[in-house]
């Protein structure tokens, strides 16, 4: 998960041209400051709305800051590449640190997202006892281990910087394991959908087991973790896979050189990921619209029974883990 290949093979062009810097520095402007302003609302209504404070959300806020991460750093420095490249110019240094923390971000990403998928299968096969399973401590002991892992990655691939095979090995430990673990816990989560689905078709509403309305509730959020891990996977995968063929194709034996307009596309996909985030959210996640809606125009914030339900929901939690709160999860349309 390097940018070395990106690099190297745009090397093989004379100029950008004129043209095509104006149209990327447009784009990139526009692309930084949306995912900065999204992913900035994502945090900002989490801490904001009592309501947002459940597990799963821990772990969107805690992917919505290695977004903030790609925005701030990465992209305008691929940025400030495509308006003096094709030769890099910018030292090797920047060039060192640049993959690093897009290692970190990428790594940190995924992890999230696996660290998600296992939240949700613990909640879809254990609802009763999710929220003995998943305490305040554990939670933060996972994120903090997301970005150990991460950071180690990273460091990892600062001091590989010159090998080739390091960009093999990065894509196995921090793409295509990750990745495995999230199918398998999807797959759990479907199957265990399935049986409560039939169950339920042999019963009647009024006949529904605690059990039902609990899994009902869980299955909405994810729903919605499911379209953005998706999303990942189509942002990310041209990427990766482009990387697995640096990794283990020598262009000076023989290996054909990757079009750099192909480079181009698959880079913009993965830095674009991070701004898809924040519109699923607001697509599919009700509380996050709503929070969202009052951020943006407060002055709208004045429906009586809006005010009441968030007042009751403050008076409930008492607590950030308390159930009344924590329960509420995710609200789909």
């Keep these: 998960m390097s940018d070395n290949s990106a690099v190297n093979s745009t090397n093989t062009l004379q100029t950008f041209s004129g043209a095509f810097r104006a149209g990327t520095a447009?784009?990139?402007?526009?692309?930084?400051?949306?995912t900065i302003f999204g992913n900035v609302l994502v945090i900002v209504a989490f801490s904001r709305n009592v309501r947002m404070r459940t597990v799963t959300n821990y772990f969107v806020v805690s992917l919505a800051c290695t977004d903030l991460c790609l925005a701030l750093f990465s992209m305008p420095v691929w940025v400030a590449y495509l308006l003096?490249?094709?030769?890099?110019?910018?030292?090797a240094a920047l060039s060192r640190i640049w993959t690093m923390v897009d290692i970190l971000v990428g790594t940190a990403s995924i992890i999230n997202l696996m660290a998600i998928s296992f939240d949700r299968v613990l909640c879809i096969r254990n609802p009763l006892r999710y929220f003995d399973l998943m305490t305040s401590r554990r939670v933060i002991v996972i994120i903090t281990g997301v970005w150990i892992y991460s950071t180690s990655m990273a460091v990892a691939s600062f001091l590989l910087y010159t090998k080739r095979i390091f960009n093999l090995v990065a894509t196995i430990m921090c793409f295509s394991?990750?990745?495995?673990?999230?199918?398998?816990?999807?797959?759990?989560?479907?199957?265990?959908?399935?049986?409560?689905i039939r169950q339920m078709r042999a019963t009647t509403q009024t006949q529904y087991p605690r059990s039902h309305y609990r899994f009902l509730k869980e299955l909405k959020?994810?729903?919605?973790?499911?379209?953005?891990i998706?999303?990942?996977?189509?942002?990310?995968?041209p990427f990766v896979t482009l990387n697995v063929i640096y990794s283990l194709c020598n262009p000076s034996q023989g290996c054909p050189v990757v079009n750099p307009a192909v480079i181009m596309v698959t880079k913009w996909m993965h830095y674009g990921n991070s701004l898809l985030n924040p519109i699923i959210y607001t697509v599919m996640n009700r509380d996050f619209r709503r929070t969202f809606k009052a951020l943006l125009w407060p002055r709208n914030r004045t429906h009586p029974e809006e005010k009441?339900?968030?007042?009751?929901?403050?008076?409930?939690?008492?607590?950030?883990?308390?159930?009344?709160?924590?329960?509420v999860g995710f609200h789909m349309e």
């Design 177 to 196: 394991v990750p990745l495995l673990v999230i199918i398998t816990s999807y797959s759990i989560i479907f199957r265990v959908a399935l049986r409560h």
């Design 26 to 34: 447009t784009f990139a402007i526009i692309l930084v400051l949306g």
């Design 308 to 327: 009441a339900l968030d007042t009751r929901s403050t008076a409930a939690a008492g607590g950030l883990w308390a159930p009344a709160a924590a329960n």
């Design 221 to 228: 959020p994810a729903k919605t973790i499911a379209v953005v």
């Design 84 to 91: 003096t490249g094709p030769i890099w110019t910018l030292g």
């Design 230 to 237: 998706g999303a990942f996977v189509v942002c990310w995968l």
